[in-house]
């Protein structure tokens, strides 16, 4: 299908689902469940094994219950997902610019970088050249340099008509490919593009942990292809599904069902 069609099939989507559940849920009950949806498949992307009870459990009772079986680590990253998460939430209206940027990296590495990369810095710009998987990434210095131009090209794209899933996977895909940061660079990522649907009224988009495989592979296309065409109908394609499955969900959810003693 055609980028044209996707986005044609995403509007009468995304109209229903507005309709039929994020405006038929309390502003409260919506945050709370798109925030552990999210938080928990960004993170199990980046080999997190916190459950939706696991993020949930975090974030009615804190750090001071570690659910079972779960690293302290991975509690960390998740309690900073979720303050990060909440802070963008909050500032929707910031525009997208570094001082930004930065600090929703430093939200979300504050206290676990220093395992990873005892060097690093939450929020400030990597130091040396990387390389994850099996991917080497290009000159830090240059790519860096970059980043204001892919903010101000992208904040720009916020105020137009450019439909926002198109400026949300534009520009993840661009930033992922940049990579600034030591650490923290898919999150930030996967979290500031649901900055830029929610700031133009959309809903968020969620990356499901079973995606990850097509997700990289989209990922990678922009490096071996140069082009973010395939990416661009991973999130078209992926957005239309799930809101449809909690749609179906929804309807089945509703059917009457037989009740006996």
């Given at each position: 299908?055609?980028?044209?069609?996707?986005?044609?099939?995403?509007?009468?989507?995304?109209?229903?689902?507005?309709?039929?559940i994020?405006?038929?849920?309390?502003?409260?009950q919506?945050?709370?469940?798109?925030?552990?949806?999210?938080s928990?498949h960004?993170?199990?992307?980046?080999g997190?094994?916190?459950t939706?009870?696991?993020?949930?459990?975090?974030?009615e009772?804190?750090?001071?219950?570690?659910?079972?079986?779960?690293?302290?680590?991975e509690?960390?990253?998740?309690?900073?997902?979720?303050?990060?998460?909440e802070?963008?939430?909050?500032?929707l209206?910031?525009p997208?610019?570094?001082?930004?940027?930065?600090?929703?990296?430093?939200?979300?590495t504050?206290?676990?970088?220093?395992?990873?990369?005892?060097?690093?810095v939450?929020?400030?710009?990597?130091?040396?050249?990387?390389?994850?998987?099996?991917?080497v990434?290009?000159?830090?210095?240059?790519?860096?340099?970059?980043?204001?131009?892919?903010?101000?090209?992208?904040?720009?794209a916020?105020?137009?008509d450019?439909?926002?899933?198109?400026?949300?996977?534009?520009?993840?895909g661009?930033?992922?490919?940049l990579?600034?940061?030591?650490?923290?660079?898919?999150?930030?990522?996967?979290?500031?593009?649901?900055?830029?649907?929610?700031?133009?009224?959309?809903?968020?988009?969620?990356?499901?942990l079973?995606?990850?495989?097509?997700?990289?592979s989209?990922?990678?296309?922009?490096?071996?292809?140069?082009?973010?065409?395939?990416?661009?109908?991973?999130?078209?394609e992926?957005?239309?599904?799930?809101?449809?499955?909690?749609?179906?969900?929804?309807?089945?959810?509703?059917k009457?069902?037989?009740?006996?003693?």
């Amino acid at each position: 299908m055609q980028i044209d069609e996707l986005i044609s099939r995403y509007e009468v989507v995304r109209k229903e689902y507005q309709e039929k559940i994020c405006r038929r849920m309390s502003k409260e009950q919506y945050e709370v469940y798109s925030e552990i949806l999210f938080s928990t498949h960004s993170c199990a992307i980046e080999g997190n094994s916190f459950t939706i009870d696991d993020t949930r459990a975090l974030k009615e009772q804190g750090l001071g219950m570690v659910p079972h079986g779960r690293k302290l680590l991975e509690c960390m990253e998740m309690a900073d997902h979720l303050r990060a998460y909440e802070y963008v939430m909050r500032n929707l209206n910031h525009p997208l610019d570094e001082a930004f940027l930065k600090h929703v990296n430093f939200l979300l590495t504050e206290h676990t970088i220093s395992y990873y990369s005892p060097d690093a810095v939450p929020g400030e710009y990597t130091t040396v050249d990387m390389a994850a998987g099996d991917t080497v990434f290009g000159d830090h210095e240059k790519l860096i340099a970059r980043v204001p131009k892919l903010l101000e090209a992208t904040e720009r794209a916020c105020l137009s008509d450019t439909h926002p899933m198109i400026v949300a996977s534009r520009f993840h895909g661009y930033y992922e490919y940049l990579h600034p940061f030591r650490d923290g660079n898919g999150r930030t990522g996967r979290l500031l593009s649901n900055y830029i649907l929610m700031r133009k009224g959309h809903p968020q988009f969620v990356i499901y942990l079973e995606e990850r495989q097509q997700y990289i592979s989209a990922l990678k296309q922009i490096r071996t292809e140069g082009t973010d065409e395939h990416l661009t109908h991973f999130f078209l394609e992926a957005a239309i599904r799930h809101m449809e499955e909690e749609l179906s969900q929804k309807q089945q959810n509703t059917k009457p069902r037989m009740f006996l003693f």
